[in-house]
């Protein structure tokens, strides 16, 4: 059984403090780790990818701190930055041949395993072009190509789906769950819609701490009764968003639909309605609610 | 992983035009004409009767001879009485230098005399004396041909100036590129990424060094084979290389005070150029990872080669600037200038030559610089 322990691991900036006594244990399964905008995960996974030492505290991978195994953890690891550059002159095939050799797989294997992770994200077709040539979409799949090379227990996905089209992000996420298996996966995003049905937890993020984790269930039926549906008129949107949690904003013929998230009947005519993942980010991240909307209607 | 190093250096096109554009131009430097080449079959009669160690009767036929031909007894200028009294002019310089060195030699005998046994002058003198008298009948003509021209790509600031910008071009990129292509985090979170890469990236630059280096000596080997028609003198003493010889360098070995054969010479400058252009690659790489971007990498490194190449045209050799200016990267790939002359430094009060010091230093440098990039390298935190 893997288990991965974050130990309290802060880490500060000159004057930012970006994590703030982080600390959870994990095991098989796929987590996402779901904050706004500076909310730390970002520094937080570099701190997991060993790229960054954290201020304080350990991270331990079965027992075993990780700044002291090195290469050891490195090898089981696999890690998709949020940005990341390619070898624009290389190809497909050379630029996954290099990196298999990086992560320690002799020739022999190197050459399967490109076989096999080109196959994994549909990339075959497209493994001797340049990858100037590649769209965005390809190059996030070739990523994830790239962290799974050498079969890593712990994948770290940092807001992989940022910057692809609805339907590139719908085949990432179904790619994920099928690559998910007996690792660890932790995968970051601020857009909720990414994390339903395939997370296992989710770990909510605030301001550099870890505010809440749950399944997404749960989260759910944290705001099962919190969440309303109103029609109102469009002069009385401003003052009732000033007072609630406003969600999705639609204009209908009888004026405008709004969805509330509030532990109170915000109007007379509010009705109940099932919660999604968006109200439960919503009721989080107060302050960073519009961010966090117009991410999640992209 | 080092092919794939290699294949990002050579797939840059920059360097490839780069060394055209220095074969070509080593190309037309060569074909510009030179007065004596020695090429001609003449010479080689003119050997067999000036050729090797001046002697008294040699210094005084050539002496005679040429008094006659200024008198204006000899007329009639054919090439043969020209290539005569040029050889007869190098065997009277010969003679010269033979002289200096004897007067060198009293000079230094005296120098010991008047210091201490123990000091650092007495140390000093013994060794520039021990040395000259180790030159064994070193004056005198000699039939060189390419070899004049072969210690250096045409002269040795050209030949700095030539290999810096190749070793600029190809390795200012080497760690920076990993910055601009913002590859580093996906490198540095892998197994081998914070160590090995750094050796394969080492090894890669190494052998860029390797293959351009050794390509422009090969090309200015023939092209001066070309130029001069053949390789007699190999077994010549380098201080058969008199001020005398044409050569585009002007470099002349007639006064220095070390003991090699031609071939000897060509072998240790081939073998400290090489060293040299690593040490200046190591830098360049260390550069390229500090900097993180090349065309600051290339720029600063031009500086530190260049510096001292402005601070003697400035006249501010003296002092700290003087020691920056000896012991610097230009100096270092100057090497064919180095042994012409005696000169050592005070080291804890014992002499060491020169060039010497020189490598000693450089090498313990250089080690010390790839330590240092393995270390930094290892360590870096990846925030931006
Ligand atoms: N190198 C740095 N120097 C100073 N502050 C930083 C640095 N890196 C990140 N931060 C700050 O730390 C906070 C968390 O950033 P980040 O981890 O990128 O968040 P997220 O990925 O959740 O958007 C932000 O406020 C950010 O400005
Ligand atoms: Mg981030």
């Keep these: 059984m893997l288990k991965l322990i974050i130990e309290n691991i802060s880490k500060t900036f000159k004057d930012k403090q970006a994590v703030t006594g982080f600390s959870a244990e994990l095991s098989e399964g796929v987590y996402a780790l779901l904050g706004p905008n500076g909310a730390g995960k970002t520094t937080l996974m570099r701190m997991l990818a060993d790229i960054l030492k954290p201020t304080s505290g350990r991270i331990l991978l079965d027992g075993k701190d990780i700044s002291i195994m090195g290469d050891h953890y490195r090898d089981s690891l696999g890690y998709l930055p949020q940005e990341f550059g390619l070898y624009r002159n290389f190809t497909a095939v050379r630029f996954l041949s290099y990196f298999a050799r990086l992560k320690g797989l002799d020739k022999q294997e190197a050459t399967t395993r490109v076989d096999e992770v080109l196959k994994l994200v549909n990339l075959q077709q497209d493994r001797k072009r340049k990858l100037k040539t590649y769209s965005g979409g390809m190059k996030r799949r070739l990523g994830i190509a790239l962290a799974l090379l050498n079969d890593p227990k712990i994948l770290i996905v940092d807001e992989p789906t940022a910057g692809l089209d609805p339907q590139e992000r719908v085949r990432f996420r179904n790619l994920l769950s099928e690559i998910a298996g007996d690792r660890i996966v932790l995968l970051s995003t601020h857009i909720v819609s990414d994390i339903e049905y395939i997370a296992k937890e989710v770990l909510l993020m605030r301001q550099g701490t870890l505010i809440q984790r749950s399944t997404s269930e749960q989260l759910l039926d944290s705001v099962k009764d919190k969440v309303w549906k109103c029609t109102v008129e469009q002069h009385a949107l401003p003052q009732l968003q000033k007072h609630y949690k406003v969600g999705n904003i639609q204009r209908v013929e009888t004026g405008i639909e709004v969805r509330i998230v509030s532990d109170q009947q915000p109007l007379a005519d509010a009705v109940n309605v099932t919660p999604t993942l968006e109200d439960v980010y919503l009721y989080f991240f107060n302050e960073e609610v519009i961010d966090g909307v117009q991410a999640g209607m992209l | ?384």
């Design chain 2, 1 to 384: 992983m080092y092919r794939q190093e290699c294949y990002k250096i050579f797939s840059k096109k920059s360097i490839y035009l780069v060394f055209i554009t220095i074969v070509l131009l080593l190309v037309y430097v060569h074909q510009l004409p030179t007065d004596m080449t020695m090429r001609e079959s003449v010479f080689e009669e003119l050997e067999e009767t000036w050729g090797g160690p001046v002697t008294e009767e040699k210094v005084e036929r050539a002496r005679e001879s040429m008094n006659a031909a200024d008198a204006g007894e000899v007329s009639n200028h054919t090439f043969e009485l020209r290539a005569t009294d040029y050889v007869q002019f190098l065997v009277t310089g010969a003679a010269m230098q033979k002289q200096d060195q004897s007067e060198r030699l009293t000079m230094l005998e005296a120098e010991m005399h008047d210091f201490d046994e123990g000091t650092y002058e007495h140390r000093e003198a013994a060794i520039e004396h021990d040395m000259l008298q180790a030159l064994d009948d070193v004056h005198g003509f000699y039939l060189i041909r390419s070899w004049r021209e072969m210690f250096e790509l045409i002269e040795p600031t050209t030949h700095v100036l030539l290999l810096s910008i190749l070793i600029f071009l190809g390795l200012s990129p080497v760690f920076a590129d990993e910055y601009t292509n913002r590859t580093t985090d996906l490198i540095l979170a892998t197994k081998h990424g914070k160590t090995k890469l750094v050796s394969a990236k080492l090894l890669a630059s190494l052998s860029y060094i390797v293959i351009v280096f050794l390509s422009l000596q090969i090309i200015n080997s023939f092209l001066n084979l070309l130029k001069f028609g053949g390789i007699a003198g190999w077994d010549a003493p380098i201080q058969g290389i008199s001020s005398g010889l044409d050569s585009l360098s002007r470099l002349s070995y007639d006064g220095s005070p070390y003991n090699f054969d031609v071939w000897q010479f060509f072998l240790l400058t081939i073998a400290l150029q090489l060293f040299a252009s690593i040490a200046v690659g190591v830098i360049v790489l260390l550069l390229s990872f500090l900097t993180k971007n090349t065309m600051i990498t290339f720029f600063v490194s031009s500086i530190i080669i260049a510096t001292p190449a402005l601070l003697q045209q400035l006249g501010t050799t003296d002092g700290f600037l003087g020691y920056l200016t000896d012991f610097s990267f230009l100096k270092l790939m100057q090497v064919s200038t180095l042994f012409t002359q005696f000169q050592a430094y005070n080291l804890f009060d014992y002499p060491v030559l020169y060039p010497y010091l020189l490598f000693i230093l450089f090498a313990v440098v250089t080690g010390l610089l790839i330590m240092l990039t393995y270390r930094l390298f290892r360590n870096q935190q990846i925030s931006h």
